[in-house]
């Protein structure tokens, strides 16, 4: 008895000075997964209490650690797993029109749009083990029912998180998620979350925001459909930061446009110094092989079931 309170304590006194580290609560404390590499084999959600080295396990993470270094390492890993797409990856996930993606990042979950089909939506992420509980905001890109129509049937199983839109998307539309959720209309470089800001509105046919997330290796910017124009889309996410493009990922929407534009937009990736491309939906398949030509080991295929992991080394 004497021991186990002098034990108890230990801790105490450790919490108290600072020294306790606990890992994330939403990531492992250790993972497999080979950066950027797409991988197929369900990660199914960990509550906080099962998660090793967390205030409840038997071994507390304290600072200095080895363990403690190994929680850091995993606070910063960004990973994006592809919820939602029409081109395919993983065979066990169904294929369908739309684009959806969830971002765990700094022990945050973001579902970024919601695809076309909610049943399909929710049956992806219980094959890749995502739990709609676990999920902590939803950011819609714009309002096109292939990056919105799952919404509702996501918000219907999840814990109703506050869903980050643009005014553009009118009052009936807006109202509409009321009923459910709280709605956050965004500004241009309003935070979200750790590391994660939104564009806000880039004018257009119709008017989107790209997700933001500021990582050791410089931005990675989601978009849904670039309408707007994806160079527009990456200029203002330089603007609102000044940090250097390691990543664009998600639709470019190029599906019609011809080699000359196409060669036009990757000049224009160069002069803002995108390291690494990762194009899929509505980009279009002529637009994909001439990016894919371009960029070669820094072209990332994706599809539905596709996780891309970046570390902070």
Same mark, same amino acid.
């Given at each position: 008895?004497?021991?186990?309170?002098?034990?108890?304590?230990? @801790?105490?006194l450790l919490?108290?000075?600072g020294?306790?580290?606990?890992?994330?609560?939403?990531?492992?404390?250790?993972?497999?997964?080979?950066?950027?590499g797409?991988a197929?084999t369900?990660t199914?959600?960990?509550?906080?209490? *099962? @998660?090793?080295?967390?205030m409840?396990?038997?071994?507390?993470?304290? *600072?200095?650690?080895?363990e *403690?270094v190994?929680?850091k390492?995993?606070e910063?890993?960004?990973?994006?797993?592809?919820?939602?797409?029409?081109?395919?990856?993983?065979?066990?996930?169904?294929?369908?029109?739309?684009?959806?993606a969830?971002?765990?990042?700094?022990?945050?979950?973001?579902?970024?749009?919601t695809?076309?089909?909610?049943?399909?939506?929710?049956?992806?992420?219980a094959?890749? /083990? &995502?739990?709609?509980a676990?999920?902590q905001? +939803?950011?819609?890109?714009?309002i096109?029912?292939?990056?919105?129509?799952?919404?509702?049937? %996501?918000?219907?199983?999840?814990?109703?998180?506050?869903?980050?839109?643009?005014?553009a998307? !009118?009052?009936? %539309?807006?109202?509409? +998620?009321?009923r459910?959720?709280?709605?956050?209309?965004?500004?241009p #470089?309003?935070? @979200?979350?750790? !590391?994660?800001?939104t564009? #806000?509105a880039?004018? /257009?046919?119709?008017?989107?925001q790209a997700?933001?997330l500021?990582?050791?290796?410089?931005?990675?910017?989601?978009?849904?459909? *670039?309408?707007p124009?994806i +160079?527009?889309?990456?200029?203002?996410a =330089?603007?609102l930061? #000044?940090?250097?493009?390691h990543?664009?990922?998600?639709?470019?929407?190029? /599906?019609?446009?011809?080699?000359?534009?196409?060669?036009?937009?990757?000049?224009?990736?160069?002069?803002?110094? =995108?390291?690494?491309?990762?194009?899929?939906?509505?980009? /279009?398949?002529?637009a994909?092989?001439?990016?894919?030509?371009?960029?070669?080991?820094?072209?990332l295929?994706? !599809?539905?079931?596709? &996780?891309?992991?970046? #570390?902070?080394?």
């Amino acid at each position: 008895m004497i021991k186990t309170l002098g034990r108890m304590l230990s @801790i105490l006194l450790l919490s108290l000075t600072g020294c306790i580290n606990p890992a994330p609560a939403s990531l492992p404390a250790t993972t497999s997964q080979t950066i950027y590499g797409s991988a197929h084999t369900p990660t199914p959600f960990q509550p906080a209490e *099962a @998660i090793p080295g967390s205030m409840t396990g038997e071994s507390p993470v304290v *600072a200095g650690t080895a363990e *403690a270094v190994q929680a850091k390492k995993v606070e910063d890993l960004l990973k994006i797993r592809i919820v939602y797409n029409n081109i395919a990856d993983d065979p066990r996930l169904v294929t369908d029109w739309g684009f959806g993606a969830t971002i765990e990042y700094h022990d945050q979950i973001i579902l970024f749009d919601t695809g076309t089909d909610g049943r399909i939506l929710l049956q992806n992420m219980a094959v890749m /083990g &995502i739990d709609p509980a676990s999920v902590q905001a +939803v950011v819609l890109s714009h309002i096109h029912n292939d990056h919105t129509g799952g919404l509702s049937d %996501f918000l219907a199983v999840s814990s109703q998180p506050p869903v980050y839109l643009l005014s553009a998307f !009118g009052a009936n %539309f807006i109202n509409e +998620v009321r009923r459910s959720t709280a709605v956050i209309e965004t500004t241009p #470089g309003q935070v @979200i979350g750790d !590391g994660i800001l939104t564009t #806000g509105a880039v004018s /257009g046919n119709p008017s989107e925001q790209a997700l933001i997330l500021r990582t050791p290796r410089g931005m990675v910017i989601v978009t849904g459909c *670039a309408h707007p124009g994806i +160079v527009q889309m990456v200029g203002r996410a =330089v603007t609102l930061t #000044g940090d250097p493009v390691h990543l664009v990922l998600g639709g470019f929407h190029l /599906g019609s446009a011809g080699p000359d534009r196409i060669t036009m937009i990757l000049n224009e990736f160069r002069r803002l110094g =995108v390291e690494k491309v990762a194009p899929s939906h509505c980009t /279009g398949e002529e637009a994909i092989r001439l990016f894919a030509d371009a960029y070669g080991e820094d072209f990332l295929p994706t !599809g539905v079931g596709s &996780i891309i992991t970046i #570390g902070a080394e």
